[in-house]
């Protein structure tokens, strides 16, 4: 998948990435930065000052997407839509006309991802990913970790017209808390401990505590209609870009084969809930799901590309039996 190496770009993997027993272990962001209202963060929260690096193949960046969505800062925060696939010298952005909605990197004009974060980095070591949150006045990744990224466009861009819902309320942070790290450690990178594990253990060990969890989320979500109770919160859309990348890719490519999502009741339906709420279904790309993922040589060394995306997210959902 590529790294930068003294910034450097090399054809390689990230090392750290494989435990000694095979297991998958993601390192952490390296841009941790933070936008707040006041300034005084050092990156004020500004209408047309940031952009967005980003792929629509990519779940981490997906999250980005839809709170820009969410919270309307479609004006407020621009984006570089890289194509999908992984290119040679890694997260691409131009003009492609197979691809009319990757729209290229109009702000700074680079082709690769890698440039942003060695301008931001002349000796930056380590994986280049997306989502990346620019600052067009420093000139600079400000921020790289997707968790994050969402926290600010959730609670410091009221100033630059963000919508005033918040998705992640006082009352609610405890519980919204614990649901999200036991998401994101058995769902959300769940998926990516089975399909990139070095060993049969290793990857039966994230195998089982993936389909444990979403056993746990079908049955929580047969009580109430979303994760944190009656409201619609961040950790509901925390989890929502595995789900919608789970069937035509993790389910087959990842090895994660005992259940679809098709095959959860509530899951199933709790996602065309959420696939429906006004300007999230622009940011699903199931086919983009399926180049991307399907391009990952370490897990499909033939290349070959399915042609099929055997989901359908809009036929009606079922959430409205639940008291929002």
Request: glycine share 6%.
């Amino acid at each position: 998948m590529g790294i930068l190496v003294d910034g450097q770009w090399r054809d390689e993997e990230l090392p750290q990435e494989t435990g000694a027993a095979g297991n998958f272990q993601r390192i952490d962001s390296a841009f941790r930065d933070r936008v707040s209202a006041d300034g005084s963060s050092g990156f004020k929260a500004e209408a047309g000052r940031y952009h967005l690096y980003v792929a629509y193949t990519c779940p981490w960046a997906h999250r980005t997407q839809i709170f820009r969505a969410l919270k309307k800062l479609g004006d407020a925060i621009s984006v570089a839509y890289a194509v999908p696939g992984l290119q040679q010298e890694g997260w691409t952005f131009e003009d492609n006309p197979a691809f009319p909605d990757c729209t290229p990197d109009r702000v700074n004009g680079f082709r690769y991802l890698h440039e942003a974060y060695t301008a931001s980095d002349p000796h930056y070591t380590g994986k280049v990913t997306v989502p990346a949150l620019w600052d067009k006045k420093t000139r600079r990744i400000v921020n790289n970790e997707s968790s994050e990224i969402i926290r600010m466009l959730n609670s410091e861009f009221a100033a630059a017209g963000a919508d005033p819902f918040d998705f992640y309320p006082k009352p609610l942070r405890g519980e919204i808390d614990r649901v999200n790290a036991e998401v994101y450690a058995n769902v959300n990178n769940g998926v990516y401990r089975c399909g990139f594990a070095r060993s049969q253990a290793a990857y039966e060990a994230a195998y089982d505590a993936l389909f444990a969890t979403l056993d746990e989320l079908e049955a929580r979500l047969g009580r109430q209609r979303y994760l944190v109770g009656r409201q619609i919160t961040e950790a509901d859309w925390r989890l929502f870009p595995t789900p919608v990348r789970f069937d035509v890719a993790y389910f087959s490519l990842f090895k994660c084969n005992r259940n679809r999502i098709a095959d959860y009741p509530n899951l199933f339906n709790y996602m065309r809930e959420l696939y429906q709420v006004p300007g999230i279904a622009e940011t699903v790309k199931p086919c983009y799901y399926v180049i991307g993922y399907y391009s990952i040589r370490r897990v499909n060394p033939t290349g070959i590309i399915p042609k099929g995306t055997p989901v359908e997210f809009r036929q009606p959902h079922d959430r409205a039996r639940f008291a929002a």
